[in-house]
């Protein structure tokens, strides 16, 4: 059974999330303006293809 304290504030956590997703053609600039964002504003950035290129560079090896 869960908590309800934590069921609670688990939805407060995630009414208050906020979620920004830049598309854009390769060199677009989404990487730049993500990177303002998160220096200006304090926001995550998590860059999907980043990530993806990270993964298949270590199955790789």
Do not use: T
């Not at 999330?17 to 390769?26: D, T």
Request: aromatic letters at 8%.
């Amino acid at each position: 059974m869960v908590n309800p304290q934590f069921k609670n504030d688990l939805g407060k956590n995630l009414l208050n999330m906020k979620l920004l997703i830049l598309f854009g053609l390769p060199g677009a600039g989404k990487g730049v303006i993500a990177q303002n964002l998160k220096e200006s504003y304090n926001f995550e950035h998590l860059s999907l293809g980043e990530y993806l290129r990270k993964e298949v560079k270590k199955k790789q090896q």
